[in-house]
């Protein structure tokens, strides 16, 4: 069974960085559609980052464009979000989201049946 366990999360302070990592099991990730969102108190889940493994395309919400990476690394099954320059409004629980044997990537939750359980990022001085 295909399952996601996100990582990294924390407490950092306004400009500093964190890396999440989003450690996949139960498929390969191989031809997949894979994203990264993120969901505030009171606020809906939107999405932040993904990446089409087939064409390697990348799209970045514009609320942090220039600052987030997305990328994965295939020998560890494993998918990171690189989060520099952080803001007190980047505060919110961040999931990972994977479709399988999909070509697409795209920040809208519906296209996704898998996610991980979210962990905690606060970006507070």
């Known amino acids: 069974q295909l399952q996601l366990v996100e990582s990294g999360g924390g407490l950092v302070q306004p400009g500093g960085s964190l890396r999440l990592s989003c450690a996949a099991s139960?498929?390969?990730?191989?031809?997949?559609?894979i994203a990264w969102f993120r969901q505030a108190p009171g606020k809906e889940r939107e999405g932040v980052s993904c990446m089409s493994s087939s064409t390697g395309v990348t799209v970045d919400a514009d609320s942090v464009k220039g600052r987030f990476i997305i990328s994965t690394d295939t020998a560890k099954n494993t998918a990171y979000l690189q989060m520099n320059s952080l803001k007190p409004e980047d505060t919110a629980v961040y999931f990972c989201?994977?479709?399988?044997?999909?070509?697409?990537?795209?920040?809208?939750?519906?296209?996704?049946?898998?996610w991980g359980q979210g962990t905690q990022v606060t970006v507070s001085s």
């Open positions: 139960g498929f390969t990730l191989d031809r997949y559609g």
């Open positions: 989201a994977v479709e399988p044997m999909v070509a697409y990537c795209s920040l809208s939750l519906y296209e996704y049946n898998y």
